[in-house]
Nanobody, 121 residues
Framework: QVQLVESGGALVQPGGSLRLSCAAS????????MGWYRQAPGKQRELVAV???????NYADSVKGRFTISRDNAKNTVYLQMNSLKPEDTAVYYC???????????????WGQGTQVTVSS
């Protein structure tokens, strides 16, 4: 069974930084895209950043220049470095990945349980 486990969420002051991590575990053959989404109270879940195995990245306009996504493919882990945080970045951040896994080698999309990021003074 595949699991995505996030860590790194916290309360931080405006202008501060955080680094989120997400590790995939289980019987994994390969991972294609890995990324981060977020959902603020009363809003829909939105894409923050995504990275393919080859290193191609895509960012939401609202985080460009402030957030950086990276991956350690050997560890099946994706990171999100968040700098210059703003109150509007407050949300639950979810890890997402397309993973080929299991005894039958099934390709599925997986979600983590989420980690809370709160930006407030």
């Amino acid at each position: 069974q595949v699991q995505l486990v996030e860590s790194g969420g916290a309360l931080v002051q405006p202008g501060g930084s955080l680094r989120l991590s997400c590790a995939a575990s289980g019987t994994i053959f390969s991972i294609s895209a890995m990324g981060w989404y977020r959902q603020a109270p009363g809003k829909q879940r939105e894409l923050v950043a995504v990275m393919t195995t080859g290193g191609t990245t895509n960012y939401a306009d609202s985080v460009k220049g402030r957030f950086t996504i990276s991956r350690d493919n050997a560890k099946n882990t994706v990171y999100l470095q968040m700098n210059s945080l703003k109150p509007e970045d407050t949300a639950v951040y979810y890890c997402n990945a397309d993973i080929l896994a299991g005894m039958r080698g099934t390709l599925r999309n997986y979600w983590g349980q989420g980690t809370q990021v709160t930006v407030s003074s």
